[in-house]
């Protein structure tokens, strides 16, 4: 069996998930719910573009509905997932085949 070539492997979007350091993170409210962010979710989209999402925890605990919130524009936050990409493109280009 020959290995694919690069025009037969279609790479529709890289997807990782950051810890949102906790002098990071925020919350925000949903059906009457508020949630701390926790974590987000990054992907490398096919145009090279990245775009991300919000996951949580509710403040008054219990498991919660596993809803996405939008990340807001701030500095530190567009700096964290640059940073994050930056960091999973070192760790993809050094994967070692299936384990």
Same mark, same amino acid.
């Given at each position: ?29 949903? /059906? @009457? ?11 490398? +989209?096919? $145009?090279?573009?990245? *775009? !991300? ?9 219990? /498991? @919660? ?11 530190? +936050?567009? $700096?964290?997932?640059? *940073? !994050? ?15």
């Amino acid at each position: 069996m020959t290995a694919p070539d690069d025009d037969d492997v279609v790479v529709s979007a890289l997807a990782i998930n950051v810890t949102i350091p906790e002098h990071l993170q925020w919350t925000d409210e949903r /059906r @009457g719910e508020e949630f701390r962010l926790q974590t987000l979710n990054v992907r490398l +989209l096919p $145009d090279g573009t990245l *775009a !991300a999402k919000a996951y949580g925890r509710p403040v008054a605990g219990g /498991r @919660g509905a596993y809803v996405s919130f939008h990340v807001p524009d701030r500095p530190e +936050l567009r $700096d964290l997932v640059a *940073a !994050a990409a930056d960091r999973a493109a070192v760790l993809w280009s050094l994967h070692r085949g299936l384990g």
